[in-house]
Nanobody, 125 residues
Framework: QVQLVESGGGLVQAGGSLRLSCAAS????????MGWFRQAPGKEREFVAA????????DYGDSVYGRFTISRDNTKNTVYLQMNSLKPEDTAVYYC??????????????????WGQGTQVTVSS
């Protein structure tokens, strides 16, 4: 079972940037596709970004495309989410997830087996 720990959340002004990190345990991290999702109060969990096992294929949600960048360092068992030009509507708890059975990115939360505890991102206007 892969264990995931997110970090890097916080409070930032609109237009600012944050970088989230997700550290994974387990020797098989480099074979898993990884994803980021977010959930704002009263809203459903939303797909943010995903990356293939090798890092060469990425996918983004429409609301973050062009502003967020997902990347990974398999030598450090870590996946990152660089968030630029942040907006108040980006405020949410951000979750890292691992697809322990697949190597390609997916937008579907049901494809992911392991989840982190989440990190809060708050963007003030």
């Amino acid at each position: 079972q892969v264990q995931l720990v997110e970090s890097g959340g916080g409070l930032v002004q609109a237009g600012g940037s944050l970088r989230l990190s997700c550290a994974a345990s387990g020797r098989t991290f480099s074979t898993h596709a990884m994803g980021w999702f977010r959930q704002a109060p009263g809203k459903e969990r939303e797909f943010v970004a995903a990356i293939s096992w090798s890092g060469d294929i990425t996918d983004y949600g429409d609301s973050v495309y062009g502003r967020f960048t997902i990347s990974r360092d398999n030598t450090k068992n870590t996946v990152y989410l660089q968030m630029n030009s942040l907006k108040p509507e980006d405020t949410a708890v951000y979750y890292c997830a691992s697809n322990n059975r697949g190597r390609l990115p997916s937008r579907w939360a049901s494809q992911y087996d392991s989840w982190g505890q989440g990190t809060q991102v708050t963007v003030s206007s």
